[in-house]
């Protein structure tokens, strides 16, 4: 591969010289970026991390704040450091990003923010181009952790531009108040979905539930021993080159007293998919209408890998083929957070894989000690407008 095929941009070409080869990057700091970091912390590998947040926290710092504790399906601890379960009633956009800032402070890792990754890029001398918008890394590997939270999905229904309602997607949703007293539509058979139609139906005049699929409750613990089993359902499409299913897809739903209690309001009716959107409502392919104010899109997300693409891992199938974390394609690239190991225990155990991995291919010759060494994080600071 050269750097012509894959159009490396010029500001790339000027920095590239003075910017000092790095083991590994790692790209996004949430729970499968951590995970990653910790195990490169003792690995030999020189690493950083590159997160686009403006704080700890991954995704769970978006979320919105009528979230509580109460209705999260759970935290697994991350790797050396145990999660104490907070109070019920704490925000979980509080909660989470408090543990892994205080996980980030207690390891010393490496973590640069706010950093955008625009492009991985092919260089030269088998090394990978990370393009940022404070600069650019030469690294020998890459470690993506990007999550899905940035690709939010908005699936299409013929009619749907003619709606004059509002239509949103739940990573868009903040506050049960700016539905008071509207029709709602809230589409989804995930979590959030419910989540979010449990918090609009005190509030709005009316709510309806759509789903493709009639949605499974479970009364049982979602323990580990119940993640490796929905991580197992999620792996056969990733090794051939599928697009992942999401685990939440083939994650049953918390039965909570909640639940309950919405049921026995009626606020807990699954209807079937409506078949169309006409501009005051949507239709079911009997005809039926129904008159809605707002449409919320709880329909899940995508993997954010669109930073990628200049190195074209994609196969025919229209995913990445995956072996575990790495890329069949390129050794050099592992997904973490991505298909079976986008769940918090999915995520830690991804996080050792991949870092093992790294530094057989790697080793002996990469292995200079532990973080980034002194005198290149100084020269990186300064190539990449980080000091």
């Given at each position: 591969?050269?750097?012509?095929r894959f159009g490396m941009s010029r500001a790339a070409r000027r920095?590239?010289?003075?910017?000092?080869?790095?083991?590994?990057?790692?790209?996004?700091?949430?729970?499968?970026?951590?995970?990653?970091?910790?195990?490169?912390?003792?690995s030999g590998l020189d690493y950083v991390v590159l997160d686009a947040?403006?704080?700890?926290?991954?995704?769970?710092?978006?979320?919105?704040?009528?979230?509580?504790?109460?209705?999260?399906?759970?935290?697994?601890?991350?790797?050396?450091?145990?999660?104490?379960?907070?109070?019920?009633?704490?925000?979980?956009?509080?909660?989470?990003?408090?543990?892994?800032?205080?996980?980030?402070?207690?390891?010393?890792?490496?973590?640069?923010?706010?950093?955008?990754?625009?492009?991985?890029?092919?260089?030269?001398?088998?090394?990978?181009?990370?393009?940022?918008?404070?600069?650019?890394?030469?690294?020998?590997?890459?470690?993506?952790?990007?999550?899905?939270?940035?690709?939010?999905?908005?699936?299409?229904?013929?009619?749907?531009?003619?709606?004059?309602?509002?239509?949103?997607?739940?990573?868009?949703?903040?506050?049960?108040?700016?539905?008071?007293?509207?029709?709602?539509?809230?589409?989804?058979?995930?979590?959030?979905?419910?989540?979010?139609?449990?918090?609009?139906?005190?509030?709005?005049?009316?709510?309806?539930?759509?789903?493709?699929?009639?949605?499974?409750?479970?009364?049982?613990?979602?323990?580990?021993?119940?993640?490796?089993?929905?991580?197992?359902?999620?792996?056969?499409?990733?090794?051939?080159?599928?697009?992942?299913?999401?685990?939440?897809?083939?994650?049953?739903?918390?039965?909570?007293?909640?639940?309950?209690?919405?049921?026995?309001?009626?606020?807990?009716?699954?209807?079937?998919?409506?078949?169309?959107?006409?501009?005051?409502?949507?239709?079911?392919?009997?005809?039926e209408h129904h008159a809605a104010d707002v449409i919320l899109w709880?329909?899940?997300?995508?993997?954010?890998?669109?930073?990628?693409?200049?190195?074209?891992?994609?196969?025919?199938?229209?995913?990445?083929?995956?072996?575990?974390?790495?890329?069949?394609?390129?050794?050099?690239?592992?997904?973490?957070?991505?298909?079976?190991?986008?769940?918090?225990?999915?995520?830690?155990?991804?996080?050792?894989?991949?870092?093992?991995?790294?530094?057989?291919?790697?080793?002996?010759?990469?292995?200079?000690?532990?973080?980034?060494?002194?005198?290149?994080?100084?020269?990186?600071?300064?190539?990449?407008?980080?000091?």
């Amino acid at each position: 591969m050269t750097s012509a095929r894959f159009g490396m941009s010029r500001a790339a070409r000027r920095v590239t010289r003075h910017v000092p080869d790095i083991d590994v990057v790692v790209i996004g700091a949430g729970q499968a970026g951590l995970s990653s970091a910790y195990h490169l912390r003792g690995s030999g590998l020189d690493y950083v991390v590159l997160d686009a947040n403006p704080g700890p926290g991954g995704a769970w710092q978006h979320r919105w704040p009528t979230l509580r504790m109460a209705t999260v399906h759970g935290i697994f601890d991350l790797p050396g450091m145990h999660f104490e379960p907070p109070s019920p009633d704490e925000r979980a956009a509080d909660a989470v990003p408090a543990y892994f800032g205080e996980f980030e402070r207690r390891f010393g890792l490496d973590v640069r923010r706010p950093v955008l990754v625009d492009a991985v890029r092919e260089g030269t001398d088998g090394r990978l181009l990370v393009e940022t918008d404070h600069g650019v890394w030469r690294a020998r590997t890459l470690i993506n952790a990007t999550g899905t939270w940035t690709r939010p999905f908005w699936p299409r229904y013929p009619g749907q531009e003619t709606f004059r309602g509002r239509q949103l997607h739940t990573a868009d949703y903040r506050d049960p108040a700016d539905f008071a007293g509207k029709r709602v539509v809230v589409v989804g058979g995930g979590t959030s979905a419910v989540q979010t139609l449990l918090d609009i139906a005190d509030v709005a005049a009316s709510t309806t539930w759509v789903t493709r699929r009639p949605p499974v409750f479970r009364e049982g613990p979602f323990d580990q021993e119940y993640g490796r089993a929905v991580i197992a359902k999620v792996e056969s499409r990733v090794k051939v080159g599928l697009p992942p299913r999401s685990v939440v897809s083939v994650t049953d739903l918390p039965w909570t007293p909640a639940m309950a209690a919405a049921q026995d309001r009626g606020v807990l009716v699954r209807r079937p998919m409506f078949e169309r959107i006409g501009p005051a409502g949507v239709v079911w392919a009997d005809g039926e209408h129904h008159a809605a104010d707002v449409i919320l899109w709880a329909t899940g997300w995508r993997a954010a890998l669109d930073h990628l693409a200049p190195l074209r891992l994609r196969g025919p199938g229209g995913g990445v083929v995956m072996d575990g974390t790495r890329v069949v394609a390129d050794p050099r690239i592992h997904l973490v957070g991505y298909g079976p190991s986008a769940s918090t225990v999915g995520a830690n155990r991804a996080g050792r894989a991949a870092v093992r991995e790294l530094r057989e291919l790697l080793a002996p010759d990469a292995l200079r000690g532990p973080g980034v060494a002194g005198g290149a994080e100084q020269e990186l600071g300064v190539a990449a407008g980080l000091g």
